[in-house]
């Protein structure tokens, strides 16, 4: 019983008001330490963080702007007239389609303008969605002043500009070139940020921001507007911008030959990563003092509670039944001598129960031998008048046979030097068991045999095939033909192998098979070698080899019966 301690309340002790003083101390003294570094180190944590971004963006339009040389000098190259002349249609059609190779995600065609019509492209293709209009244009716009760089436009559901040069008064090779080239993922890889680009006068080009999720796309939406208005206000380079599903820092740069306006978008908990770390090392930090604060004020309550828990969990586990329970304290007190007592009184019951178990496991061996030992007396005075009337008919030799049968099998069966035998040596009296039966019923079963030599020497309880094969002949005699009866072996999982006797016979009945299985004795009318039922065949062999071991049944209706038998490989026992 628990009695619970009156006459002091819980705020009055002297351990709770030390407990409660320590903790307020500890998490102020913290706190003011935190806040007074956070506040230090804001400030110029901020402004570097903000100059990092900034050169980030700068990063940005540098790449573009590199990217915008390299195609135009590609375009130079190509519009060499000396290297024009000098080759070929077929070649200067391959120098184009490498240059596109090289350059497929960033250029969307490479074609020349002959005359008034587009002479070669990449890809082929393309010449025929050039509207002659478009001819006209570009060739317009580039004799003016020899390169041309068009403004943006969409061609195939994509944003391009149109870059030119001109070859000479009657050719010009162009390159239409893919805007969303310029902000893929290659600029700014493994980082998480979003990048816009947008003309000066406001109109969205393109973005690296995934489109397939609906959030994704609406909060795009809401972000090119954004943009756009911030583009025409021509706001800072630093900006914050709000959309219904976050809040983002915005940082810009234009300061390239095209008037564009690069946007990096970051999401205000990434933009600072510095300052968030710092905020989580405050958080950190106020939670180290917390836990310092719980680990010295309930330190001597945890001394007295632990020990008695241990010992209470452990009478309790005793009660429910698990005989293994132990007390383990590593202390010096006067638990550990309540522990000891306890561990010793446990290890009693254990020794007791073991005794037990021990004595019943010896007993039910003791009665499956005697089973095992009792030949029935049916069997016997069945088996000598089917002697008795070879004689009279004098069919010596089948009576010789019968005698020798019955006599290794009477010694087999009766023998007390062990309980556990070879599959060989089973199956050698199996074979006197079926002559015997087959002298007796006639032609009303053939039995063959298939069990390998490399698991002759398996160990197998005595008498269990044979019972097992009787079950079959007996349950065969209730169908017209004869019974084939298959006494076969194969190798099992991994440490075991598989015997199996299967026969033709009528199968038995499911409610049947389970009132075998279930009792120790046979019901079958038929009186056979002993009393060994199917249920005392499948205790013999769990209780030798363990429970995984054992007899499974596969059962049909009028398609016979099969019965495996699962055994370990070579398993040397003794009884």
């Not at 074609?111 to 008034?116: N, R």
């Not at 010793?344 to 039910?364: P, T, V």
């Not at 005595?462 to 065969?476: A, H, M, P, Q």
């Not at 046979?522 to 030798?544: A, D, F, W």
């Amino acid at each position: 019983m628990i009695r619970r301690l009156t006459g002091t309340r819980f705020t009055s002790s002297v351990s709770t008001k030390l407990f409660i003083l320590t903790f307020l101390s500890v998490i102020i003294v913290f706190l003011f330490i935190g806040a007074f570094g956070y506040q230090r180190l804001f400030n110029p944590i901020r402004q570097n963080n903000e100059k990092e971004l900034q050169a980030s963006v700068v990063q940005v339009e540098n790449y573009i702007k590199t990217l915008m040389n390299s195609l135009q000098s590609q375009l130079i190259f190509l519009a060499n007239p000396v290297l024009y002349n000098k080759m070929d249609e077929s070649d200067y059609t391959a120098l184009i389609d490498n240059i596109m190779t090289y350059h497929q995600d960033q250029i969307h065609s490479i074609y020349l303008i002959e005359y008034d019509k587009v002479k070669i492209s990449s890809p082929y293709g393309y010449r025929f969605y050039i509207t002659p209009d478009r001819i006209q244009e570009i060739k317009s716009q580039t004799s003016k002043t020899g390169f041309w760089w068009s403004p943006a436009y969409t061609s195939s559901e994509r944003s391009v500009i149109t870059v030119s040069k001109q070859i000479d008064s009657n050719r010009v090779i162009a390159l239409d070139l893919n805007l969303s080239a310029l902000t893929g993922p290659q600029i700014i890889q493994g980082e998480q940020r979003r990048i816009y680009l947008f003309t000066g006068h406001g109109e969205y080009l393109s973005t690296n921001t995934y489109l397939d999720y609906p959030k994704m796309f609406k909060d795009h939406l809401e972000m090119k507007e954004a943009l756009h208005e911030l583009t025409q206000k021509r706001g800072s380079s630093y900006n914050e911008i709000h959309t219904s599903y976050g809040n983002y820092t915005v940082l810009s740069s234009n300061q390239n030959r095209w008037d564009w306006v690069v946007y990096s978008v970051i999401e205000e908990s990434q933009a600072f990563p510095l300052l968030d770390s710092l905020k989580r090392q405050l958080v950190l930090v106020l939670l180290m003092a917390i836990i310092l604060a719980i680990i010295v004020s309930v330190w001597i309550t945890s001394y007295i509670r632990k020990p008695v828990t241990a010992i209470t969990r452990q009478f309790k586990a005793a009660a429910r039944g698990e005989l293994e329970a132990r007390i383990t304290l590593k202390r010096n007190d006067e638990f550990t001598h309540i522990a000891n007592g306890f561990n010793g009184m446990m290890d009693d019951i254990q020794s007791l129960f073991d005794d037990l178990r021990e004595a019943e496991e010896r007993k039910r061996h003791h009665e499956l031998k005697v089973l095992q030992s009792q030949i029935h007396p049916h069997f016997l005075n069945n088996t000598l008048n089917a002697i008795y009337c070879l004689g009279e008919t004098e069919q010596t030799e089948k009576m010789c046979e019968m005698i020798r049968s019955l006599m290794g099998l009477l010694q087999y069966s009766t023998d007390k030097v062990g309980d556990i035998v070879t599959v060989e040596d089973e199956l050698q009296q199996l074979d006197n068991y079926a002559q015997i039966m087959s002298l007796r019923y006639g032609d009303v079963f053939e039995m063959d045999v298939a069990v390998p030599e490399a698991y002759m020497q398996t160990s197998i309880p005595k008498l269990t095939l044979i019972t097992l094969v009787e079950n079959s002949i007996f349950y065969g005699l209730t169908k017209k033909g004869v019974n084939h009866i298959i006494v076969s072996g194969k190798k099992g999982r991994a440490d075991a192998m598989t015997l199996e006797v299967s026969d033709t016979g009528p199968g038995i009945d499911p409610d049947q098979l389970t009132l075998l299985t279930e009792e120790a004795s046979s019901t079958n009318p038929h009186k056979g070698l002993n009393n060994l039922g199917l249920r005392n065949v499948q205790e013999r062999i769990r209780m030798t080899f363990g429970y995984p071991y054992g007899l499974h049944f596969y059962n049909e209706q009028d398609e016979g019966l099969t019965v495996t038998i699962d055994l370990p490989i070579n398993e040397q026992l003794e009884t």
